[in-house]
């Protein structure tokens, strides 16, 4: 009620009016709990594209506004199984990628693209979705400060951490051990998203260094790591 009223003000900025139609978009999005109807979310797509018309397209709300009708589209494929929508997702997102490469809106729109269509972890789709999203990680890293230290947050790459998290469980369950360690590394190196999932993280170093790669130098560098910012977790006994 509010964001459509707050829509129809003639002195709006064109921000302000982004803002009420963004926000239109998202009860429909997100306040159905997944649960909208492909018509419904179709009318989200036209709020965030009068959106766009209204700001303009070198506005800074680019990027995410193109990333939430991408996923509006993915979700009425999901709906109705219509290639057209799909595609319209697919272009979206490679647009983001290549576009904005190093913005939050970028990140967000890989990690939802890959973890929305991979669905078994042994299919070769999953294992190209996953390669896609390893390749932007690690081009992400080989990109930070050679001296940055493990546990440091880096603001432009917010969502990359969970990224790298989702990489690592995704090659654990593949059984691609050496390709797991190296994406809890990012993980590491990129920021974690508490202490408590870098002690968790640093554990799981520990234990696929020791028992997958019989790395027992490595393995005891991760447990004292751990130790030391998890003194009192019951794995340290």
């Known amino acids: 009620k509010y964001f459509l009223q707050a829509s129809r003000i003639k002195s709006a900025t064109p921000d302000e009016y982004c803002q009420a139609m963004t926000g239109l978009a998202f009860c429909i999005q997100f306040g159905s709990k997944g649960n909208a109807s492909a018509s419904e979310l179709e009318q989200a797509v ?36 219509d290639q057209a929508y799909l595609n319209k997702a697919e272009e979206l997102w490679t647009d983001l990628l290549s576009k904005y490469e190093n913005t939050i809106s970028a990140q967000d729109a890989l990690l939802y693209k890959s973890s929305r269509s991979i669905r078994d972890l042994n299919s070769n789709e999953s294992k190209e979705k996953l390669l896609e999203m390893d390749k932007y990680v690690e081009d992400i890293v080989s990109k930070l400060p050679k001296d940055k230290a493990i546990g440091d947050t880096n603001e432009q790459y917010l969502v990359a951490p969970a990224m790298a998290m989702m990489l690592g469980n ?68």
């Open 170 to 237: 995704a090659y654990f369950y593949r059984r691609e051990y050496e390709k797991a360690l190296r994406a809890y590394q990012y993980y590491l190196k990129l920021g974690p998203t508490s202490q408590r999932s870098k002690s968790d993280v640093l554990y799981k170093l520990a234990r696929i260094a020791e028992l997958k790669l019989k790395d027992k130098q490595l393995a005891l560098e991760y447990y004292k790591m751990f130790y030391t910012i998890d003194p009192n977790n019951i794995k340290t006994y």
């Open 46 to 81: 036209s709020y965030y594209e009068k959106a766009i018309e209204k700001v303009g397209e070198s506005s800074k709300y680019i990027p995410f506004l193109k990333s939430m009708i991408a996923e509006c589209n993915f979700m009425i494929y999901e709906k109705n199984k």
